[in-house]
T-cell receptor, first 111, second 116 residues
Framework: GEDVEQSLFLSVREGDSSVINCTYTDSSSTYLYWYKQEPGAGLQLLTYIFSNMDMKQDQRLTVLLNKKDKHLSLRIADTQTGDSAIYFCAVDSGGYNKLIFGAGTRLAVHP | NAGVMQNPRHLVRRRGQEARLRCSPMKGHSHVYWYRQLPEEGLKFMVYLQKENIIDESGMPKERFSAEFPKEGPSILRIQQVVRGDSAAYFC??????????????FGQGTRLTVV
């Protein structure tokens, strides 16, 4: 079945850029998503990219998609302490909002 | 417009009891999805429902779990005879449209079930 892999931890200094990586197996996924989860909270959709795009920028967020390698990344510029959270990569499967999630990358931002 | 409302936020059940988790989708949304998040893991799809219909239950355990989304009222995820392994966060999401149309699915804050 579909599989989505992420590294589990990332630690960055405040003000630096963060890059969170994700690989997936299903080449038929149409939309690829990044969600943010703060402790004890639900999921917040940060951004998504359509599979025929290779880059999308939204303020401090840049999503890069390498469809050939099935690799997705999320870059957060000027990382702040408020960005500390778990970031989930997700891809759609089945033509509707049946999302396959990675295990999440825990981002820690230190002074 | 209130977001997706889930209740209770926290639920403690003894082994063998029943757990009922409720999800009220956003106003105007007729598509509901349930996901389960085990500790330290990502979310796993369980079931997709439209009003009065189960569309895809491929992620639901075969026994003890059931879901409904009646014509009136919230969607219910029901877990009978709970076991310790059912302890998890259960998230509901809703969207206004479904297959072949990509729209954002909005997630609730989840119900954290603890089985003791």
């Amino acid at each position: 079945g579909e599989d989505v892999e992420q590294s589990l931890f990332l630690s960055v200094r405040e003000g630096d850029s963060s890059v969170i990586n994700c690989t997936y197996t299903d080449s038929s996924s149409t939309y690829l998503y990044w969600y943010k989860q703060e402790p004890g909270a639900g999921l917040q959709l940060l951004t998504y990219i359509f599979s025929n795009m290779d880059m999308k920028q939204d303020q401090r967020l840049t999503v890069l998609l390498n469809k050939k390698d099935k690799h997705l990344s999320l870059r957060i510029a000027d990382t702040q302490t408020g960005d500390s959270a778990i970031y989930f990569c997700a891809v759609d499967s089945g033509g509707y909002n049946k999302l396959i999630f990675g295990a999440g990358t825990r981002l820690a931002v230190h002074p | 417009n209130a977001g997706v409302m889930q209740n209770p936020r926290h639920l403690v059940r003894r082994r063998g009891q029943e757990a009922r988790l409720r999800c009220s989708p956003m106003k105007g949304h007729s598509h509901v999805y349930w996901y389960r998040q085990l500790p330290e893991e990502g979310l796993k799809f369980m079931v997709y429902l439209q009003k009065e219909n189960i569309i895809d239950e491929s992620g639901m355990p075969k026994e003890r779990f059931s879901a409904e989304f009646p014509k009136e009222g919230p969607s219910i995820l029901r877990i009978q005879q709970v076991v310790r392994g059912d302890s998890a966060a259960y998230f509901c999401a809703s969207s206004p449209t479904g297959p072949s149309e990509n729209t954002e699915a909005f997630f609730g804050q989840g119900t954290r079930l603890t089985v003791v």
